[in-house]
């Protein structure tokens, strides 16, 4: 596998392929991770990941100082691996040489909402660094993680918008046995905190099972599933059931006729926020 650090450096290694597939990661690879780089694999060859820890997307108190950085891991993975062809690794101020002035500013009614709503800038980070490094690698494919619900449904629609040349794919999420999302940000958890996580996922599994049984409130079954997780210590920010196609609210009419929709979910249990979603 070849480890690059600068632009100048990734495009030589790719002039001339014309099937590129492409991984965007903040490193502290795991399975998840893993997963990801073998659907690219599926969809394209070579494979490039990237890993880049992208200060734009965090707020003034988040975790950007201790978001964990494991390069030396995160290579020896790969090369166990054997997905990825090339690994593009830029600091700073490869991918900032200047600040960042222009920006992509996804509309309030996709990135204002829901984790836009508790994390402002966090979509215009996301959609900045993306457009980046697509532009950086240019990829016939890019591929995208469904756990994070709403960003890969940014991505996806920023590109379509500016008619850019990459399909983006997606991966299903990939679970611990007990139903926990993997993430990075898992490795912040305590032992007790590990094993009340994976009630984030029952919790959006209950509500799928109420609207199985014929419960048709939906805005009522995400109240409930806030109250409940919120009585076992949880700080909830938002559960709320969605349309898949566009992350708005349903209608009754829509969800008595079987419109596609997303439980979406986003709680603190601790100091670590964890997402989840399921497809309804």
Same mark, same amino acid.
Request: glycine residues 6%; neutral net charge; aromatic residues 6%.
């Given at each position: 596998?070849?480890?690059?650090?600068?632009?100048?450096?990734?495009?030589?290694?790719?002039?001339?392929? +014309?099937?590129?597939?492409?991984?965007?990661?903040?490193?502290? +690879?795991?399975?998840?991770?893993? =997963?990801?780089?073998?659907?690219?694999?599926?969809?394209?060859?070579?494979?490039?990941?990237?890993?880049?820890?992208?200060?734009?997307?965090?707020?003034?108190?988040?975790?950007?100082?201790?978001?964990?950085?494991? +390069?030396? %891991?995160?290579?020896?993975?790969?090369?166990?691996?054997?997905?990825?062809? %090339?690994?593009?690794?830029?600091?700073?101020?490869?991918?900032?040489?200047?600040?960042?002035?222009?920006?992509?500013?996804?509309?309030?009614?996709?990135?204002?909402?829901?984790?836009?709503?508790?994390?402002?800038?966090?979509?215009?980070?996301?959609?900045?660094?993306?457009?980046?490094?697509?532009?950086?690698?240019?990829?016939?494919?890019?591929?995208?993680?469904?756990?994070?619900?709403?960003?890969?449904?940014?991505?996806?629609?920023?590109?379509?918008?500016?008619?850019?040349?990459?399909?983006?794919?997606?991966?299903?999420?990939?679970?611990?046995?007990?139903?926990?999302?993997?993430?990075?940000?898992?490795?912040?958890?305590?032992?007790?905190?590990?094993?009340?996580?994976?009630v984030l996922y029952a919790t959006l599994q209950r509500i799928q099972a109420e609207l199985?049984?014929?419960?048709?409130?939906?805005?009522?079954? =995400?109240?409930?599933?806030?109250d409940t997780l919120s009585g076992r210590g949880w700080n909830v920010d938002y559960i709320?059931?969605?349309?898949?196609?566009?992350?708005? =609210?349903?209608?009754?009419?829509?969800?008595?006729?079987?419109?596609?929709?997303?439980?979406?979910?986003?709680?603190? +249990?601790?100091?670590?926020?964890?997402?989840?979603?399921?497809?309804?």
């Amino acid at each position: 596998m070849k480890v690059v650090h600068t632009i100048e450096e990734l495009r030589d290694q790719l002039r001339g392929q +014309l099937r590129v597939s492409f991984v965007p990661t903040m490193g502290n +690879l795991h399975e998840g991770h893993l =997963a990801l780089m073998k659907t690219a694999r599926q969809h394209g060859d070579p494979v490039v990941a990237s890993i880049f820890v992208n200060r734009l997307q965090f707020g003034p108190n988040e975790d950007f100082d201790r978001y964990p950085r494991t +390069l030396p %891991a995160d290579i020896e993975k790969l090369e166990r691996d054997r997905n990825v062809y %090339a690994l593009f690794a830029p600091d700073e101020r490869e991918m900032y040489p200047e600040p960042q002035n222009f920006r992509v500013q996804p509309p309030d009614d996709l990135g204002g909402i829901l984790e836009g709503e508790f994390r402002p800038g966090f979509f215009a980070g996301v959609s900045t660094v993306v457009l980046k490094l697509l532009s950086c690698v240019q990829p016939r494919v890019a591929v995208f993680g469904k756990k994070d619900y709403q960003q890969l449904m940014i991505v996806r629609a920023m590109c379509r918008q500016f008619q850019l040349p990459v399909e983006i794919v997606p991966q299903e999420t990939v679970r611990a046995q007990d139903g926990l999302a993997l993430s990075s940000r898992n490795g912040y958890l305590s032992a007790d905190e590990r094993a009340e996580a994976p009630v984030l996922y029952a919790t959006l599994q209950r509500i799928q099972a109420e609207l199985r049984g014929g419960r048709r409130d939906v805005a009522a079954l =995400a109240r409930n599933a806030a109250d409940t997780l919120s009585g076992r210590g949880w700080n909830v920010d938002y559960i709320a059931v969605r349309r898949q196609r566009d992350l708005l =609210a349903p209608t009754q009419e829509e969800v008595d006729r079987g419109e596609p929709l997303v439980a979406l979910a986003a709680a603190k +249990l601790g100091a670590t926020r964890l997402i989840d979603n399921l497809e309804l």
